[in-house]
């Protein structure tokens, strides 16, 4: 099996913008609490009634909150700003007590962009950044953006859950010039309180007090960031929200150490393209030094999905984000840059044209003019093309053990119309570029292949447990001449397998874009791979249990299109080779290594979807590293991968798992191979990890997580028997008992270990 792996997760140590909503409404009414006092004299001079048992007064104090909700309802402008707003706990409860030195703010104005030109923030509050000898000092000098240290203003506690804090800052004479007809923007960050209290944005126009109908910036919300980051809390843990974010890393904004700006459209871009930058692949870095010149290197980061998908961060339809819109209508030299960062536009270098400013972007840059609307210049066609092929399985036939088996298939367009994949352009380009498969495994209750042959050297890469792979094009397959093609499996049925098996359909056709131009190129276009299952001994075809969601998967990665775009958006496609018993060995041996020469001090590791995903995942907090030999002998290595949203959404499980699958496994479910032993094609001469381990250590490496799972029935020397037994050359016959304390509404719920 080919194992040209993608290396499209997310790796990163910080991005710079997370999420939440700003303006949210008082939240639930608060708990009951204890009966009140003695009312007041009545008007009549009769005692008054006891205070109602189930209000009382109804306040909870800042420290005792464990989550914090922070509105502001107004902000006032005289030379220095006056913000009004206020706290409810998890309950809804007024919080009070809040200090000075809790809270942070910041306050910009918002300019129109002229001439071409973004809008932008502008911050009245903002500092020096100088040299101080220490390398790389790219700049003598550097003007940042930064908040206002509360302690430096005026907070007033009305002791009922609403605040009053003056600004330090007097606007009259800021850096930038008050203009109370342009859109402002306050907003506050919490510390020192409970881990849960969003920030609070406010924006509005002073002229009149105006908070809808007015000039926005708003490009990204922040839920659009979440997807894939969970909540990131940013310098110090307490930034959350992509408006509070814009506040500070605008155009004014630059690190003084790399040289680098630090503004949103320009720093975001950059970190998300990380390793594919053009200057990143020609041998450079992409750095910028933040709190006490900590380096945050993003060379290494790989966005998991195309890069040219800039909707899945600048959603026009979205109506929170009115001005996503401009990545389309208001390109820039800066955004446009960031990315394409081997442009210069001053000289030309790189471009089509010399030099160029802001207004003349849409020149060319538009529907009907030189170069096409950006959407049509970032589309990805391999993705776009596909719309045009639907993989059929018709039917499966002689599928009892001994037998051969024959599967029918079609190919259709958008219009239901069949294909000729004998004869039609799509696939009969050579060299590679059209290329389709048929796949037969089994059984379904965990795949092992045996009896495939895939084991034999010679068959590519030739790795254990691989599923048979039957090629239809080029009389591959007899045509029916009903639009349908069929093609008979060389190899056999064992006459010991039993259950059900997958049939599926992969690979891509090819078409030629832009023909007769220069810029004519060969796309490999990318369908989704189809899969059926059909019965062996079982009465009716028993489909392989559901483990993860795709929907679930495509949130970060838009398209799963792996091994060079012949398998795509099908997880059971996905299992049927990445099964229990399969390895990387035969790559390794492509790769000329061993255990001696290896990057891991390996000969084999497991490819197990259960284990290898996890691992992949983990990467970056891996003690030892991952590493996994690929296609050709290629090396993939995964150690530098932090999950977006980092381990806090790393152990939120059902992010990826469908349901409850996330929860222990039972015997049925096969042990891991770590060792092959003797012969590739025998699963019973195996070294492997009981299921439950393999999955838990591919996270939890420590010595005492092993100790753990050892002494409850995981083993990591198990060798797997046909009928399942799992025998530990140093346990003895082993059996997990994770379940009892990990399993639904045990002590140990994985939900209340993972926290989610």
């Known amino acids: 099996m080919s194992m040209k792996w993608a290396s499209c997760f997310l790796s990163f140590a910080v991005i710079l913008f997370a999420l939440s909503g700003c303006e949210g409404d008082d939240g639930m009414q608060g708990a009951t609490g204890p009966a009140g006092p003695t009312g007041a004299t009545g008007p009549q001079g009769l005692p008054g009634d006891p205070g109602d048992p189930g209000t009382g007064d109804g306040l909870t104090e800042v420290g005792d909150a464990a ?8 902000v006032t402008i005289a030379s220095q700003p006056e913000v009004n707003f206020s706290l409810v706990d998890e309950t809804g409860n007024p919080t009070i007590g809040l200090t000075k030195s809790n809270i942070d703010l910041t306050i910009a104005r918002l300019v129109p962009g002229v001439d071409g030109n973004a809008s932008e923030w502008q911050s009245y509050i903002t500092r020096i950044e100088d040299a101080d000898g220490e390398e790389p000092d790219s700049l003598d000098t550097a003007v940042q953006a930064t908040t206002e240290d509360g302690d430096d203003g005026e907070l007033i506690d009305n002791e009922d859950g609403t605040y009053v804090y003056t600004f330090a800052v007097d606007l009259d004479a800021a850096a930038v010039a008050y203009d109370d007809t342009l859109t402002h923007r306050v907003a506050i960050q919490f510390r020192g309180v409970a881990e849960s209290t969003d920030n609070a944005v406010y924006t509005w126009r002073p002229s009149d007090g105006a908070i809808s109908e007015i000039f926005t910036r708003e490009i990204v919300e922040t839920e659009s960031c979440n997807v894939c980051h969970a909540k990131l809390a940013l310098h110090g843990g307490r930034r959350f929200d992509a408006g509070y974010c814009v ?5 004014g904004s630059t690190d003084q150490d790399s040289g680098n700006t630090v503004d949103m459209k320009v720093m975001i871009h950059k970190i998300h393209r990380g390793a594919s930058l ?8 992409y750095v910028i030094y933040g709190f006490r010149e900590g380096e945050h290197d993003y060379s ?3 966005f ?8 899945n961060c600048h959603d026009e339809t979205n109506g929170a984000t009115p001005d996503a819109v401009n990545w389309l209508e208001k390109p820039t030299q800066e955004a446009c840059g960031s990315c394409h960062d081997d442009v210069d536009f001053v000289t030309g270098e790189g471009h089509l044209v010399g030099p160029a400013t802001n207004a003349q972007c849409t020149d060319c840059h538009r529907t009907d003019g030189f170069a096409g609307p950006i959407d049509e210049s970032h589309a990805i066609l391999s993705q776009v093309l596909a719309a045009d092929y639907q993989y059929n399985i018709v039917e499966v036939v002689d599928t009892a053990p001994g037998e051969f088996p024959t599967v029918t298939f079609s190919v259709t367009d958008a219009d239901g119309e069949f294909y000729d994949i004998q004869n039609d352009d799509p696939f009969t380009f050579e060299g590679g570029d059209s290329r389709l498969a048929i796949d037969l495994g089994w059984s379904t209750s965990d795949y092992q292949n045996t009896g495939s042959g895939s084991e034999i050297p010679g068959f590519r890469p030739g790795s254990p447990a691989q599923m048979v792979s039957l090629n239809p094009l080029g009389g591959g397959a007899t045509d029916n001449e009903d639009g349908t093609f069929s093609i008979t499996s060389g190899v056999m049925i064992p006459l010991d397998v039993t259950g059900s098996g997958l049939v599926a359909i992969e690979g891509h056709p090819a078409e030629i874009v832009n023909e007769g131009t220069i810029n004519e190129e060969i796309i490999e276009v990318t369908p989704a791979g189809a899969t059926a299952f059909f019965a062996i001994t079982d009465d009716e075809a028993e489909p392989r249990r559901p483990v993860v969601a795709l929907e679930n998967c495509l949130t970060c990665h838009q398209s799963l299109s792996l091994h060079g775009g012949n398998r795509t958006d099908n997880i059971d496609l996905c299992v049927g080779c990445h099964n229990p018993d399969a390895t990387d060995i035969r790559a390794r041996e492509e790769a000329g290594v061993d255990a001696t020469t290896s990057a891991d001090g390996l000969d084999e590791v497991s490819v197990d979807f259960k284990r290898m995903i996890h691992r992949i995942h983990y990467g970056g907090e891996s003690e030892n590293g991952v590493y996994v030999y690929g296609f050709g002998g290629s090396l993939h290595d995964y150690s530098h991968v932090i999950f977006p949203g980092e381990l806090d959404k790393l152990k939120q499980c059902d992010v990826c798992h469908d349901g409850n699958t996330f929860y222990p496994v039972g015997a049925d479910v096969l042990a891991t191979t770590i060792d092959s032993g003797e012969d590739l094609g025998d699963p019973t001469d195996d070294i492997n990890i009981t299921p439950n381990a393999a999955v838990c250590s591919s996270c939890h490496e420590s010595a005492l997580a092993t100790a753990h799972m ?28 994770c379940v009892l304390c990990h399993g639904p509404g045990a002590d140990a719920d994985i939900r209340e270990v993972h926290g989610f």
Do not use: Y
């Not at 998991?304 to 909707?311: A, E, H, K, V």
């Open 300 to 302: 290494n980061v790989a």
């Open 278 to 285: 053009p200057s990143v692949e020609a041998g450079g870095q």
């Open 710 to 737: 050892t002494h409850n029935g995981g083993a990591f020397d198990a060798m797997q028997s046909a009928d399942g037994t799992m025998i530990s050359a140093s346990e003895g016959t082993v059996i997990e008992t």
């Open 67 to 74: 989550a914090i909700t922070a509105q502001i309802s107004s």
């Open 304 to 311: 998991p999905q195309d890069i040219r998908n800039c909707r």
């Open 247 to 251: 506040t500070c890393h605008n155009p």
